[in-house]
């Protein structure tokens, strides 16, 4: 019957150890419908949608799928009954083809034909075709056949449009539409507000694993939806502090990068950043943004081409060598607790990770590392039971403060930046945009590499774009529009656009 929802929570409860992750959550989602599920970090969306989708199972609480109870025990029974999960990164075999995907390990189940359901759908997607050939947009759309070729009319999306550009989330959102035409129940997650209201037609918000609202997207807006999300209101405006550059800091001179596969990852990259300068790069997924990082760094030697910190050749040096040469850089790695951070260690130990070398002595002396945290979670407002919890228990956007603000105490002339606010909520991500900006009025040169072309826009001096690891533009941020980054991005305007920089 149209009146009763397609999913359906009544009083969802999940609790690990002493900690309730949802609380009584009731929720309803109904056919033909765009739901947002909103909160920020670590209120609860993820535990949710995981015992939707099978891998938790409730402590309490019922779940009723087209109005009949039924209890979830594991992924294969989310799929029998019709629900499908799309997640941020991606579960596809790479060697394998689109239709290899779509088929592996259901040979002789699908319900729907993989052809069928993109032409239903209007993917754009060659079923033949490697999945290590497409774009993110196609892999994405691979998934999406995945779960509707095994049935499924019920939908989880979470962080859909995270590596997107503008022009392929609209092609998402054109998709999205057709499964809401179709009678299709969608949830969508995402700390995008934009995008919250252009999608959606309810939203429900999540605040320390307690429903506290669901609205109609038509009769709300971006304030309202962070109000509730936060408790209090909250200024969404990224500003860019005007001030002007100082001296050249770093310098990059026709970069080259090959890596162990012979895949030319970087091509003739060159741009230089100045004093109290924020000079962002966009790209999609794989443009070359990580090697671009590392080898400044040092954790990559290029190919060819030069890296110099005031003057100083310090391409092919390995980290230590750059510190001992006085550069001082500090860099906040896309991997949080791959790269940043040992999630198994506490605060302190971490803050220690940087500085241990200093120390004389056979004993590290674990007592300025204690004071150094105590005042960082202060000053950063760090959510955390106590300085001595592992860090992996803890949410990203506190994690992602530690990492910061451990890389900030080193006092850097030049600050590598990669994604700083993936995956985070509204609120942590405003704090991580000021942090920035006070390190850019005391004259440290940023290297912010983002995926939101609105914040890039809004927080940077210039925004160089790359492109299948060529440079396609500098543009001065004054100048640019989101339009003319996603050309740039997708390589359909190739000229450096020299009159914009």
Do not use: W
């Not at 970090?41 to 799928?65: A, D, V």
């Not at 034909?113 to 754009?124: F, I, S, T, V, Y």
């Not at 040169?445 to 160089?464: A, F, K, S």
Request: with cysteine; glycine share 10%; aromatic share 4%.
């Amino acid at each position: 019957m149209p009146d009763i929802p397609a999913i359906q929570l009544n009083r969802l409860t999940k609790c690990f150890d002493k900690v309730t992750a949802c609380d009584s959550i009731d929720l309803t989602v109904r056919r033909g419908e765009i739901l947002a599920l909103l909160g920020e970090n670590g209120s609860g969306k993820t535990t949710l949608t995981n015992m939707l989708s099978g891998i938790y199972q409730p402590n309490s609480g019922q779940i009723l799928l087209d109005g009949k109870p039924v209890r979830i025990r594991s992924p294969r029974d989310a799929i029998r009954l019709g629900i499908g999960m799309i997640h941020q990164h991606f579960k596809l075999v790479e060697v394998l083809t689109a239709r290899e995907n779509i088929l592996l390990g259901q040979a002789g189940m699908l319900k729907v034909k993989p052809e069928d359901a993109a032409r239903g759908m209007g993917l754009q997607v060659d079923l033949d075709r490697k999945v290590y050939d497409m774009s993110v947009s196609e892999k994405q759309a691979v998934e999406i056949l995945k779960v509707l070729c095994r049935g499924a009319d019920k939908l989880i999306l979470d962080g859909p449009t995270a590596v997107l550009t503008p022009q392929e989330i609209q092609n998402l959102f054109d998709t999205l539409r057709v499964m809401r035409r179709e009678g299709k129940a969608i949830i969508i997650i995402t700390h995008k507000l934009e995008e919250v209201m252009e999608i959606s037609d309810r939203v429900s918000v999540l605040r320390k694993g307690v429903n506290v609202g669901t609205v109609s997207t038509a009769e709300t807006d971006r304030f309202s939806l962070t109000e509730l999300m936060v408790g209090r209101p909250v200024d969404l405006n990224v500003r860019r502090v005007e001030m002007p550059p100082g001296q050249a800091l770093l310098k990059v001179d026709k970069l080259c990068f090959t890596d162990a596969a012979g895949r030319r990852v970087l091509e003739d990259i060159s741009f230089t950043l100045k004093e109290g300068e924020i000079l962002g790069v966009a790209g999609v997924a794989g443009s070359g943004q990580k090697a671009l990082c590392e080898i400044i760094t040092g954790l990559e030697k290029p190919s060819s081409g030069d890296v110099l910190m005031d003057g100083q050749p310090i391409a092919g040096l390995s980290p230590r060598e750059i510190i001992r040469k006085g550069v001082s850089m500090a860099f906040i790695p896309e991997d949080r607790l791959g790269m940043g951070l040992v999630g198994g260690m506490n605060i302190p130990d971490n803050l220690l990770l940087k500085t241990y070398r200093d120390q004389k002595g056979f004993f590290l002396r674990r007592g300025p590392a204690r004071e150094q945290a105590q005042r960082m979670v202060e000053r950063l407002r760090i959510v955390t039971p106590g300085l001595n919890v592992k860090i992996r228990k803890l949410s990203g956007g506190n994690v992602q403060k530690i990492l910061l603000g451990r890389e900030i105490d080193l006092s850097p002339r030049v600050l590598i930046t990669a994604y700083p606010v993936r995956g985070l909520d509204i609120g942590a991500s405003m704090t991580i945009y000021d942090m920035l900006n006070e390190q850019k009025q005391k004259g440290v040169g940023i290297l912010y590499v983002g995926e939101d072309l609105d914040v890039l826009l809004g927080l940077c001096d210039r925004i160089m774009v790359l492109c299948a690891g060529r440079m396609t533009a500098i543009v001065e941020s004054q100048f640019a529009t989101k339009a003319l980054l996603g050309m740039k991005m997708t390589g359909l305007v190739t000229d450096k656009e020299d009159d914009y920089a």
